[in-house]
């Protein structure tokens, strides 16, 4: 109960913060925007798969993360959890919220958003889920598709809670 009063307090002062004003282990990170390949690892549902022994959990917006001890244990909180190159090329994009758009052959264009949680070389890596909300079963067919990725407030990658 007191982390979901938390939660809506932030929510409710969050256009009152600055970035002067953010707690020290949360680091404001520049948004970035670009086409990039896109594709999916199984072992991000491996509940044996800790985050501790990942990149992030020591990076400087690994708080958010660190919370958790598995992977999964992630996917209570967020719609979906990503590997970046970003973070590979800087830890403060640890805890970020990216947005995945896709545009498929029929033109129709859907978003997917994961907090990163892992770094990657060269391309973007969501869980299953994620990666099959971009085109359903084509994608897992493809194995990897292009897309634009873009960093957004953490709370668009937040699930809602009742």
Do not use: H
């Not at 256009?15 to 953010?22: E, G, I, K, R």
């Not at 990942?54 to 967020?78: H, Q, R, T, W």
């Amino acid at each position: 109960m007191q982390s979901a009063l938390l939660t809506t307090v932030l929510a409710l002062a969050a256009p009152l913060v600055s970035a002067a004003t953010l707690p020290r282990d949360v680091v404001e990170v520049e948004a970035r925007d670009t086409t990039v390949p896109v594709s999916y690892a199984t072992a991000y549902l491996d509940i044996s798969l800790k985050i501790a022994d990942f990149g992030c959990s020591a990076a400087p917006n690994g708080s958010i993360v660190k919370e958790y001890e598995y992977f999964v244990d992630v996917l209570e909180d967020y719609y979906s959890i990503i590997a970046t190159p970003w973070a590979a090329d800087n830890k403060t994009a640890c805890g970020q919220c990216v947005e995945v758009t896709y545009t498929n052959a029929a033109g129709e264009k859907r978003k997917v958003y994961g907090v990163t949680v892992d770094s990657t070389g060269g391309y973007f890596n969501f869980d299953q889920a994620g990666f099959a909300g971009l085109d359903g079963r084509a994608s897992f067919d493809a194995g990897t598709l292009q897309a634009t990725a873009t960093t957004v407030d953490l709370q668009k990658c937040r699930r809602a809670r009742q």
